[in-house]
Structure formats: structure tokens, C-alpha cells
């Protein structure tokens, strides 16, 4: 739908697209397109060439399912990453706030979602599927779930701990300092590392 008729269309086809984006509205989409065209001889064509960049290059890593320009992440490619434990997030904004509490060593497994009946979502549609047998092949003894504390992050967790049973692991729950209802991404660092430090046994 044209904004208005005194918009070229190449301009209110930007305005669309911007407001697809989550947490922007048509008024900041706005603001963001003016600010563009305003700046469309130095900054437009550098934003344009990093969306063209990132949509060429980056892939889901073969291991983790981090975001990745390699066959494997940074993080799967650091040899002083432990491979003992593995963190189980729902996605790579999680990912990123716990590496940002520096709480966590190990690795990274990252679903891209959660179950969720109500929503039609399940296992298949989660990265899942690979989690016993990686845990298996990479000798993992602790799997960190840092799923969200929301009916949907506790369906998962009991998902994870169903499915890896029987195979020697800890199965740990982020403890103290998230709560109920809270979402992994908005902690700050002090409240997540808290909680990575006393996680318990599920």
C-alpha cells in the first residue's frame, strides 16, 4: 500500500520492506528511509552492499547451527572451546547474550525456535534431530539448556532432556536470576551469568 502519492515508489518500496523488519513500525521505517535517502551517495550504497554480502556468504554452521561465512562457526572452530558442554539456545541473539556474560565456555547448539503445540511447531521443525548423536560423537558430558523460561522454553527443555536420557549426560536448566516468563535475550550480563553459574540438574 503507497503511503502517499507524493512518494516516488522505489522510496515507499523501501518504507514496506523496512517495516517488515520486528520491532520497526511504519513511523520508524519511515524515519530510516528519509535518513537513507538523505545519505543515498555514502551510507545507502555500504548498507546495500553488506545486505548483498550477508545474503551471499553466511550459512548455518555444520555443527552448532550458528550463524557462519565457514563450514563452522568461530565458536566451533576455537580449539580452546571445551567440547564437554554444550549450551542449547533457541537462537542466535541468544547465542550472542550468553557469550556476552562470559559465563560459558563450551559450545553452542542452536535450535532457530521452540516447541510449541499451540503454534504447530514441532521437533522436525527445530534443529534437533542432530543433538543425541552430536552429543554422542563429540563425547559432550553436560548439556546447558538456556531455553527461555516461558511455557514454550519449558515444553522444549523436557523435550531435550526426553530424547537425550539414558546416554550418561547431565542435563542442566539455567537456575536463579531468570525469571519466570523471562526471555534469554533481554538479561543483562551480570543476571545470565548468575544463572549459567548455579543451573541445575533437570
Known sequence: MTMSGALPPSVDDLIVQLARLPGVGRKTATRL???LV???DDQAPRLAEALVNMADRVTLCERCYNISEEPRCPVCADPARGSGAVCVVEGVTELQTVEESGSFHGRYHVLHGLLSPMKGVGPDELRLDRLPD???DESVTEVVVATSLT???ETTA?????ILEGNGITVTRLASGVPFGGTIEFLDAVTL?????DRRPM
Open 134 to 136: 552430536r552429543c554422542r
Open 158 to 162: 523436557l523435550y531435550i532432556k526426553r
Open 38 to 40: 538523505n545519505h543515498r
Open 151 to 153: 511455557s514454550d522454553g
Open 193 to 197: 551469568g548468575k544463572a549459567l553459574e
Open 33 to 35: 528511509a528519509f535518513y
